[in-house]
């Protein structure tokens, strides 16, 4: 069966006037970055409720779907058929279906979205219904039917469509703003860069490597990581700065205190974040910290880490057990990914007994006799990455 048209509704539109224009605005610019290579196969008409997705070929229509599910922003579609507001040619276009899907039971229901059209939604049903049940042996069940035939009737078309399909939700990536994604290789960030990302905001990553400690394979699973979530992001780029971070990790070797070592790891990594966000225009650093998963994420180490940053850290699976971050890692499909076993900086430089519950004045106190501030300088200056990652292909900024 082919069809006209893909539906697309509106996620949590809630917002009114410029809010809502920047919601649909955002959303279209995403399907169409991601729908890039299609265009010759598609056209996108907006309306205040609905977005439609002509198919000017609908055999690319499943292709097409399996792309829109997954942004952020709608939160259901359906393959349509388009036809005049005359009711006799509805009820072809249903007994059409019908006849293709064969059901032996079937409900009708009517949405009448242009309120000037003379018959009433129920009314409508009752003249439909008939003509549908005259023409096929199809029978109604309004509690468990076999196939659901749905009629909105709009201004300019009726459309006809036979299910919703539920997409991701969300809200259009790129209407909340910029975000550095402190990415590790682990199971935890990916995830936080996958929520946040559903919330609208577009991310970039930041990511601290320490060769020769860290290696090549190490950073290829990061890469491997920002590719997997290109599928949620609104652009058709996205950007991985990988920082070296050696030069500082050996200076962290002279901490008196081996316990705080992590915590001013940590603290040290929030500085240079914080740094190259105001840099590149983020206005939030994301990370995948949840409360009490290990010694530097209890409240207190959280405490004394957060001292150092002045830009918001967003901690979107702060709250979330290990078991559901790893079953949402599974369904955007990091898991494979994160569970690689190759050594990131901080399982290299971990002492016996971290810190549990780290105090500020000592984290300060240890970090006096450091020469942090001029290591900081030349890594922002020198040490620092970037690769463009896009669907097929990824190379580094130059
Ligand atoms: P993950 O599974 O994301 O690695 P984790 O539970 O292993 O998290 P930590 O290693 O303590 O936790 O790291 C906490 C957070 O700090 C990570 O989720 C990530 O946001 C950030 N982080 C840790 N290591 C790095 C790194 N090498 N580069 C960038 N960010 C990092
Ligand atoms: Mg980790």
């Known amino acids: 069966m082919n069809f006209d048209v893909i539906l697309v509704r509106y996620g949590e539109l809630t917002?009114?006037?410029?809010?809502?224009?920047?919601?649909?605005?955002?959303?279209?610019?995403?399907?169409?970055?991601?729908?890039e290579g299609y265009e010759a196969q598609y056209k996108l008409k907006k309306e205040f409720d609905r977005l439609f997705i002509e198919l000017l070929d609908p055999t690319v229509s499943q292709t097409i779907i399996n792309i829109v599910k997954n942004i952020f922003g709608s939160s259901s579609l359906s393959l349509a058929k388009r036809v005049d507001r005359e009711l006799e040619t509805i009820a072809n276009c249903a007994i059409a279906l019908v006849q293709y899907y064969q059901p032996t039971t079937f409900k009708l229901e009517v949405r009448r979205n242009d309120k000037t059209f003379s018959l009433t939604s129920t009314e409508i049903k009752q003249q439909l219904a008939p003509m549908i049940l005259q023409q096929t042996n199809v029978?109604?069940?309004?509690?468990?039917?076999?196939?659901?035939?749905?009629?909105?009737?709009?201004?300019?078309?009726?459309?006809?469509?036979?299910?919703?399909?539920?997409?991701?939700?969300?809200?259009?990536?790129g209407i909340s703003g910029q975000g550095l994604v402190m990415l590790s290789g682990?199971?935890?960030?990916?995830?936080a860069a996958f929520l946040t990302m559903k919330r609208g905001m577009n991310v970039e990553y930041l990511h601290f490597a320490t060769p020769p400690h860290t290696s090549e394979e190490a950073l290829e699973k990061v890469k491997t990581l920002v590719q997997k979530l290109y599928h949620y992001t609104g652009q058709n780029q996205q950007r991985l700065h990988v920082v070296n971070f050696s030069m500082l990790q050996h200076e962290l070797m002279h901490i008196s205190d081996a316990s705080y070592r992590i915590t001013i790891m940590r603290?040290?990594?929030?500085?240079?974040?914080?740094?190259?966000?105001?840099?590149?225009?983020?206005?939030?650093?994301?990370?995948?910290?949840?409360?009490g998963q290990v010694a530097s994420q209890t409240i207190e180490s959280?405490?004394?880490?957060?001292?150092?940053?002045?830009?918001?850290?967003l901690r979107p699976v702060l709250c979330f057990d290990k078991n559901e971050i790893i079953a949402i890692a599974k369904e955007i499909d990091t898991y494979q990914t994160s569970i690689l076993p190759f050594e990131d900086c901080c399982s290299l430089f971990v002492p016996k007994n971290p810190?549990?519950?780290?105090?500020?004045a000592q984290a300060e106190f240890q970090e006096q006799n450091l020469m942090w501030q001029e290591i900081i300088d030349v890594i922002i200056k020198k040490n620092i990455k970037t690769y463009v990652i896009g669907r097929d292909d990824i190379h580094e900024e130059s």
């Open 139 to 173: 029978k109604v069940d309004v509690h468990q039917p076999k196939l659901q035939i749905d009629v909105e009737i709009r201004r300019e078309f009726t459309y006809v469509f036979i299910n919703k399909i539920k997409t991701i939700g969300g809200l259009p990536v």
């Open 302 to 313: 959280i405490n004394v880490i957060n001292s150092v940053s002045s830009l918001p850290v």
């Open 355 to 360: 810190v549990t519950k780290p105090r500020l």
């Open 267 to 291: 603290r040290m990594f929030y500085r240079i974040a914080n740094i190259l966000a105001v840099e590149w225009k983020c206005q939030a650093i994301i990370t995948g910290e949840s409360l």
């Open 186 to 191: 682990g199971i935890d960030s990916p995830v």
């Open 15 to 35: 917002t009114k006037g410029k809010n809502r224009n920047d919601f649909t605005r955002v959303l279209i610019n995403n399907i169409k970055s991601k729908l």
